[in-house]
């Protein structure tokens, strides 16, 4: 039986701003059902290919398809299907909560009773039933963007395209949305393609991923596989007082795993911490700190483009 088509199909896809390249040839697909994630830093290209996908931005090159269409000439038919959470918030404030969700309902032509019926349940879905008649303006920052979700939500699309879904909310509010996405994806069976510079929300969130740096793509995988391909099970941090020190930790750490700097940090990347805890003690270095974690994307992006997902 033949593999069902992707929902995204990307070759090539480049996007210029005058002499600034944005997005640079990547390729990529997105498959039905799946959770498909961009993550980077700010700059890397995330935005500006999610623009693309949502067909608002046109590609300067290369070929970029949404349910089979093109993303090119086909922008009405592929924005009627799709839902659109935009990076940062743009609900109207005058408007109650309810009435945001109306009259974003009507846009799409659905019958006034069923606007009606899906708003009562979005808002319920997203804890918003009680605040129903309230304003938007005075809503906490975790709240809007449960609004923004539900909206986005009215036409009730086969994909949902969502941009910096948490950038600056609390940590539980950040972790109530990660719930209320994994439940449209089990219970509703949409699918998802996020962008995110939190490495633990794109690891919550994925099936797969790419990590994006310069408009380019470095690398595609699972969560796991990445992890497993680029850095390792285990990560070793330590502090020493003055380089020297480090310099000499680095040579000897070496025979524990693969190590690498991290501005005053050396990281020993291993499949057996407790390895490089008994070289540090066999050896008599003296580290100021250590701290033994597992290996995340964090790690992961470091190795690759060597700094940090927040530079």
């Not at 979005?122 to 605040?131: C, G, K, N, S, T």
């Not at 938007?136 to 909206?151: F, N, Q």
């Not at 070496?254 to 008994?278: N, W």
Request: charged share 25%; aromatic share 4%.
């Amino acid at each position: 039986m033949p593999s069902p088509a992707p929902l995204v199909a990307a070759a090539g896809l480049t996007k210029r701003f005058g002499d600034r390249i944005a997005v640079d040839g990547i390729d990529f697909r997105v498959e039905p059902g799946e959770a498909f994630g961009f993550l980077g830093p700010n700059g890397a290209g995330k935005s500006s290919t999610m623009r693309m996908v949502g067909c608002v931005s046109r590609p300067s090159a290369g070929s970029l398809s949404v349910f089979g269409l093109d993303a090119v000439h086909d922008g009405p038919a592929i924005r009627a299907r799709l839902g659109v959470v935009p990076q940062e918030d743009n609900l109207d404030t005058e408007l109650s909560v309810l009435d945001n969700l109306i009259i974003y309902g009507r846009y799409f032509g659905i019958a006034h009773k069923t606007i009606r019926e899906r708003a009562a349940s979005l808002l319920e879905f997203m804890q918003l039933a009680d605040r129903a008649d309230a304003r938007v303006d005075p809503l906490s920052g975790g709240m809007k963007r449960r609004l923004t979700i539900a909206r986005a939500l009215i036409n009730n699309p086969e994909l949902l395209l969502l941009d910096e879904p948490t950038t600056g909310l609390d940590p539980q509010a950040r972790h109530l949305l990660w719930d209320r996405l994994y439940q449209l994806r089990r219970d509703v069976g949409v699918s998802i393609v996020l962008t995110t510079h939190y490495m633990d929300e794109a690891e919550q969130l994925c099936d797969r991923l790419v990590i994006m740096d310069g408009g380019h793509i470095v690398a595609e995988g699972s969560p796991a596989s990445l992890i497993s391909q680029h850095a390792a099970r285990d990560v070793v941090e330590l502090r020493f007082a003055d380089e020297s020190e480090r310099s000499h930790a680095g040579a000897v750490l070496q025979r524990a795993g693969r190590v690498e700097p991290a501005g005053d940090r050396t990281l020993v990347y291993t499949d057996a911490a407790d390895v490089v805890l008994k070289l540090v003690n066999d050896e008599a270095l003296t580290p100021s700190s250590v701290l033994t974690r597992r290996g995340s994307l964090e790690d992961v992006f470091l190795i690759l483009t060597g700094r940090s997902l927040d530079d």
